[in-house]
């Protein structure tokens, strides 16, 4: 999958979707970055009810769909089996398409059995509507459990992860680099807080590789193995910054410094703890 893509969380809305927002701005900033070679685009049925991933099919529209990959995610309240089907209809009428790429639980919720959630996409899987299974904010243990019960391979667990925020290295990101799974780091620059630290290691990084703090944030995360990362981006320029992150390296003294030293790290994520 796509080293880096195009987040949607506050497109459109929040949970609930913004009548101020016509989503055109949203929509002219995904194919700004679809122009820009950005070809995954993560998205949720929750996000501003739906109209995030309408936003995301208008931006879609006349690329060649087969150049893009699209993620979506079941909401927790629709994991019962005939629940996520409905969901997974929904989402792909919304986006206008005919398949996802990656199909993610957005958070578990234990009211819902997990064997009819899995059952329910393997049959997904199985008809080629989405094209891979996976999971989001998954602890190791319950990743584990979904997998034994999973027909196809649970491909991918996306998680709050970046340069504080260090939850996913208590066990998870050791796993997915042994067991080939890709582990999806949401909020790569806690919205921006990132470019803020006091960290004066941080600055001697941006003259050394002539990055700024943003880019090293994002390699940072991108220099591990089986690493993948979506950031929001509504305006052009961050998109541009961003992008500059990807194709050069860091030196692996420096890598595991930042990841040492970083100051302000939390070890489990204060918005959505893995459950
Ligand atoms: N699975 C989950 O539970 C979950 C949870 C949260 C998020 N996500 C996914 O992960 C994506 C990214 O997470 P996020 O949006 O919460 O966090 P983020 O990408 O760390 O932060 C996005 C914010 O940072 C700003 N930004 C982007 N690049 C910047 C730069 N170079 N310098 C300064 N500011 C910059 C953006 O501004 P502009 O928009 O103004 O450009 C936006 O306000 C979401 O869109 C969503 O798709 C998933």
């Known amino acids: 999958m796509p080293l880096f893509g195009l987040g949607t969380w506050m497109m459109g809305g929040d949970f609930k979707r913004n009548p101020d927002n016509d989503g055109q701005a949203d929509?002219?900033?995904?194919?700004?970055?679809?122009?820009?070679?950005?070809?995954?685009i993560d998205t949720a049925e929750m996000y501003a009810e739906g109209f995030a991933e309408e936003i995301s099919g208008q931006a879609i529209k006349g690329h060649i769909r087969d150049n893009l990959f699209i993620t979506s995610k079941v909401w927790s309240d629709d994991?019962?089996?005939?629940?996520?089907?409905?969901?997974?209809?929904?989402?792909?009428?919304?986006?206008?398409t005919n398949y996802l790429d990656l199909y993610l639980v957005h958070k578990p919720n234990d009211q819902f059995p997990m064997l009819e959630t899995i059952k329910a996409l393997d049959r997904l899987a199985d008809e080629g509507i989405i094209k891979n299974i996976g999971v989001s904010n998954f602890s190791l243990e319950r990743f584990k459990r979904a997998?034994?019960?999973?027909?196809?391979?649970?491909?991918?667990?996306?998680?709050?992860?970046?340069?504080i925020n260090r939850e996913p290295e208590k066990e998870l990101l050791g796993f997915c680099q042994q067991n080939d799974v890709m582990l999806i780091a949401w909020r790569p620059l806690q919205k921006g807080a990132i470019i803020d630290v006091k960290y004066p290691f941080f600055d001697e990084l941006c003259d050394k590789y002539h990055k700024t703090r943003a880019q090293i944030a994002l390699n940072w995360l991108l220099s591990q193995d089986n690493v993948t990362t979506i950031s929001t981006m509504r305006s052009i320029c961050h998109i541009e910054e961003n992008l500059a992150a990807l194709n050069w390296k860091m030196s692996d003294e420096d890598i595991e410094i930042l990841r040492c030293e970083f100051p302000s790290q939390e070890h489990v994520s204060a918005t959505v703890s893995l459950s």
């Open 79 to 96: 994991l019962s089996y005939d629940g996520v089907l409905r969901a997974a209809e929904n989402s792909i009428k919304r986006l206008g």
């Open 147 to 163: 997998q034994q019960i999973c027909e196809h391979k649970i491909v991918a667990n996306q998680v709050h992860y970046n340069l």
């Open 27 to 40: 929509i002219a900033s995904l194919i700004c970055g679809i122009e820009h070679g950005l070809t995954h």
